[in-house]
């Protein structure tokens, strides 16, 4: 049944095929000579699914050429992190970096930081709201912060994984006001919108991802925002007030998300990319997007880029050590 | 192959013994009873359980039922040989389509296949061609797929 | 009655019927490949709806969804591949079928059962939407423990052979569950310090592995070589469906109003849905002993219960921004950038946009009817190709499928390990069902038992304080106790065997 020869031959042919191929040398072209590879750490659905596709589509038109959206989720962000970061330094793979990247190290996940990336720009900054079911009594930051004070262990609250940003948010929001970081313990969900769910449903009392991911059930009446943590109020929710007018601390927490290759890509692309990225960050198909859902917009490239994550790194060890969530 | 119900309750007692030992190292959660290792140890002593009843049963019917039954491909070296080349073949191109790419790759091991299995030599680089080709479409153009290209890289299109 | 009006004109312009058309062939094209589910579908389709104005944008996604989920069974029957997760509780029902010669029938009930679940899902969505909405919105981790372990008494039902066998199955498939980062600490568990493993194990190629790949390995490992099943002809697809349909009516039904029901629920879909009406379908029938072996009663519920479910899922998504999965969460983004902001002011602000979802449902469905039908004609021909050419065609298929889910030959990894097991599983006596019923809900349920424990501070007392939370662990606890109850009455009563 099995024949030998015939099997010779094929293998023959495949290894001519093999050779064939191996001997075309490349041809000297232009930065981009061929599709980019875009890899988004997170789900399809997500916030930096959402923007990551967004930018790929108009990147295309930038580039002329094609740039496919990648998700590589799982394990926290680590997976798709270290991903984009042990891809191949051609340009031809890049990819949505987020502010996990300044964590993982820290909880022991990982060993990659900023450092190993390329940095191309940061593109948006979305800082963590304070958000209450509609009916709860609470009607400031203040009142939130003193119920928790008043009966640590008994308000829960949510937002993300244990140990995610909007954790850390609501751990250096009490530990700030000098209450224990775990006195309004923390139940993980997976994102946003189950947290949210679980407020409304009344399984959690305080939920502090970012407000834009809560208006929806603002607007329906089933929640309400009692502070934004950032420095100025935001421009699309401007009765929120910030924690500092709200009770006078300076802690703010904020999401970011920006473009990263892996260490080491050629400056022709990176110089590139920068570029068409920048037309992209101006461009008012980009703007109306990010307004329209409620992303913050900030532009920071390259180095500015790269001090921000370093920045950003720094500080979120600080806060994990604070509250217990470094290894 | 088919085993003696006891092989199989010694092996799952062995996997839930190693997996219990191995929730130990798991830290508990902060101000809590329960961490994760609560429902790895359920599972394994679930599965050690059932393992213990395996192993008996399997011990009563030792006379009926042999302790491993290779299964009639076992003795013939031309099935061997099929099992083989199949699970090859998807180590193979877990080893190398990146640097090889879909396209050599997927027409290599669809025409070994296709050849082992008894089709003609001929037939089998036809089909494989149209195949490889037809999926590459599909996946890689119209569904974005990103398949590598590997060596074929400078002749991508 | 303006706004229907209105929203039927919206929907039935030229232009909008003609991309539904287009959407729904890609669906169709999407749902039978391995690999690539009903999200990837419709992530796929967000460039396009860029250019669109809402009510085509909302349609184009509405329809591939819709379409998606029947064409999973497609390759689910012929192959023993499931396009989409949704086609897997009843994947080996419908294999089973081809293997009699009746692939034309199993298809056959699965596109008319999927229609009569979709209109259905989209009947119950448009007459309640807001006070459904409502009621998903109760929904915390107490419910969701308690949904899961009723998901979870399926695994019993379902098994064919040994209970011990197929506890054992399902043990192993809530392991694989528990592999990758955990859920609650953060802690990565039995990763062996790979960065791939940390993500989990995924679903899809678990599953490609577990049905396609054991099978190929049983067709090289046999010596008999098996010829192709001769299909019976059944004339056309529908012919003789009308009396199976008319005896399996209440199977509709319960598929149906199961299926709407827990796809309104956040965070349970067109899956979970599948697996229980498959086994409440087998619990009520008369004739269980039959599941399994090609038998159409629990196709009939499930294929009903998969589409019907698709429709929920839209509901608290439109009413509170809250996505139940993850084609809903794009549907947001896509609401978003059309300046239409999900919330209760959808109703009040362009109530004729809910309608135009509702309307674009229904004339998915019907179209549906005849673009399934075609499909099944083309697909069923792939059966007179000889196997020993087929076998390796499907390997490949598998492979890109394996990888395509998360683009990396890891998926293929995957696949090969669990599909060695699945086999060997199968050769023993060890069915597979449960073990993949297990890593669907294995996260679920741990997850929500420790988030309650957190919220209810260790307290157990927490799953039974809230009124639909009892209900539900009341009546999960039933099930599990029925059997043995019974048991021990027949015991008491000695003399009556």
């Known amino acids: 049944m099995f024949n030998r020869r015939k099997f010779g031959f094929t293998a023959a042919l495949a290894a001519a095929g093999l050779f064939a191929a191996a001997t075309v040398t490349p041809a000297m072209a232009e930065y981009p000579e061929r599709p980019i590879t875009l890899i988004v750490p997170w789900g399809a659905g997500g916030g930096t699914d959402a923007t990551g596709r967004m930018i790929a589509s108009l990147l295309e038109g930038e580039l002329g050429k094609p ?8 394990g926290s962000g680590v997976v798709g992190h270290s991903a984009i970061a042990n891809a191949k330094p051609d340009g031809y793979t890049i990819g949505v970096a987020t502010v996990e990247i300044g964590m993982m190290h820290w909880a022991g996940l990982t060993r990659l930081t900023g450092e190993d990336y390329t940095p191309i720009a940061l593109y948006n900054f979305d800082p963590a709201g304070l958000i209450v079911r509609a009916d709860s009594e609470w009607e400031s930051a203040g009142d939130v912060i003193a119920a928790v004070k008043a009966n640590p262990g008994k308000h829960k609250a949510s937002g993300t994984g244990q140990g995610g940003i909007w954790h850390l948010a609501l751990a250096g929001m009490l530990d700030d006001a000098g209450v224990a970081p ?112 409620g992303f913050g917009l900030v532009w920071k490239p390259g180095d500015e880029f790269a001090t921000w994550m370093k920045d950003s790194d720094a500080s979120l060890g600080t806060v994990m050590k604070a509250v217990g969530l470094a290894k | 192959m088919r085993l003696n119900d006891a092989v199989f309750g010694v092996i799952l007692i062995l996997f839930a013994i190693a997996e219990i030992a191995w929730t130990t190292t798991f830290p508990s959660l902060y101000g809590q009873e329960y961490g994760p290792n609560l429902f790895p140890i359920i599972i394994g002593a679930g599965l050690a359980l059932c393992g213990v009843i395996l192993l008996v049963r399997g011990l009563a019917q030792r006379g009926t039922v042999p302790m491993v039954e290779w299964g009639d491909w076992a003795g013939d070296k031309a099935t061997v040989l099929n099992v083989v080349l199949l699970i090859g073949s998807m180590i193979f191109y877990i080893l190398v389509s990146e640097w090889l ?49 590997g060596i074929l890289q400078p002749v991508a299109w | ?10 929907v039935t312009e030229p232009y909008t019927l003609g991309v539904m058309l287009l959407a729904a062939m890609f669906g169709l094209f999407v749902g039978s490949m391995p690999g690539l589910t009903a999200t990837m579908a419709t992530a796929l389709l967000i460039p396009f709806t860029f250019f669109m104005d809402p009510v ?107 209970t011990l ?65 001769p299909q019976q002809p059944v004339g056309s697809v529908f012919s003789g469906l009308g009396p199976i349909l008319r005896k399996y009516k209440m199977n509709i039904v319960q598929g149906s109003g199961l299926g709407a029901i827990i796809g309104i629920l956040p965070g349970a879909g067109a899956d979970i849905a599948a697996w229980i009406s498959y086994a409440l379908a087998k619990k009520r029938s008369k004739e269980p002993e039959k599941f399994g072996t090609g038998h159409p009663e629990g196709l009939v519920a499930a294929g009903a219960a998969n589409n019907a479910s698709v429709a929920g899922a839209w509901v608290p998504a439109i009413v509170f921004g809250i996505p139940g999965d993850s084609i809903t969460a794009i549907v947001i983004g896509v609401l978003y950038m059309k300046g239409m902001n999900p919330g209760p002011m959808v109703f009040v602000q362009s109530p004729e946009l809910i309608y135009a979802v509702f309307i674009a449902f229904f004339i998915a469905n019907l179209a549906l009817l005849p673009l399934g039908f075609a499909a099944i004609k083309m697909s069923r021909q792939i059966l007179k190709v000889p196997q020993r050419i087929l076998m390796p065609i499907i390997l490949m298929f598998c492979m890109v499928g394996a990888f395509a889910i998360n683009n990396t030959v890891f998926g293929i990894t995957v696949m090969l390990v669990l599909g060695i097991m699945a086999y060997v599983m199968e050769e023993n006596g060890f069915p597979v069902a449960p073990a993949i019923l297990g890593i669907v809900l294995g996260a679920m349920i741990e997850d929500n038992f420790m988030n309650s424990m957190i919220k209810a501070d260790g307290s157990l007392s927490g799953f039974f304080s809230r009124p639909i939370a009892a209900t539900l662990g009341v009546l999960t606890i039933l099930l599990w106790t029925m059997p043995l109850f019974l048991t021990l009455r027949r015991w008491m009563r000695p003399g009556t065997e």
């Open chain 3, 165 to 229: 066998k197929g506890f054992v199955s399902l043990l192993i498939g809530l392991f694989i569950a528990t592999i990758g980062i955990d859920g609650t600490a953060g802690h990565p568990r039995f990763t062996f310090g790979s960065i791939e493993l940390m993500g989990g194990v995924s679903f899809i190629p678990a599953m490609i592995g577990m049905f396609a790949i054991s099978e190929v390995l049983r067709y090289v490992a046999s010596t008999r070589k098996a010829l192709p099943v």
């Open chain 1, 67 to 74: 740039v496919n959206v990648v998700n590589r989720t799982g």
């Open chain 3, 56 to 162: 085509p944008a909302i349609a184009v996604i509405v329809t591939a969804v819709a379409t998606a989920i029947f064409a999973g069974d497609i390759p689910g029957a012929l192959l023993r591949i499931p396009g989409t997760p949704a086609s897997a509780a009843y994947c080996d029902e419908s294999y089973a079928m081809t293997q009699k010669g009746l692939a034309e029938r199993a298809l056959g009930i699965g596109l008319v059962t999927s229609v009569i679940g979709g209109l259905t899902g989209a009947v119950v969505l448009s007459l309640s939407a807001p006070a459904l909405a409502e009621f998903a919105i109760q929904f915390s981790s107490f419910e969701y423990f308690w949904l899961a372990c009723l998901g979870l008494s399926c695994a019993v039902i379902i098994s064919t052979g040994s």
């Open chain 2, 101 to 149: 790419g879909f396209i050599i790759t997927a027409f290599a091991i669809l025409t070994l296949l296709l050849v082992r299995l008894g089709t003609g030599l001929l037939t089998s680089v036809v089909i494989a061609i149209i195949v490889t080709l037809l999926i590459h479409t599909l996946f890689a153009r119209v569904l974005l797929v990103p398949l590598p290209w």
């Open chain 3, 1 to 10: 009655m303006d706004t229907i009006l209105k929203a039927l004109a919206l």
């Open chain 1, 182 to 293: 775990d006195a309004a313990p923390w139940v993980p969900s997976k994102g946003a919108a189950p947290a949210l769910q679980e407020l409304a449903a009344g399984g959690v009392d305080i939920v502090t991802p970012s407000v834009v991911e809560g208006a929806a059930l603002i607007e329906a009446g089933k929640a309400k925002a009692l502070a934004v943590m950032a420095g100025d109020r935001l421009g699309a929710f401007d009765d929120v007030p910030t924690l500092k007018e709200a009770t006078g601390s300076d802690w703010t927490m904020a999401a970011w998300r920006g473009i990263a290759g892996p260490k080491g890509m050629p400056d022709e692309a990176v110089e590139k990319l920068t570029e068409a990225m920048e037309t992209v960050w101006n461009s008012d198909d980009f703007q109306d997007f990010m307004k329209g859902r």
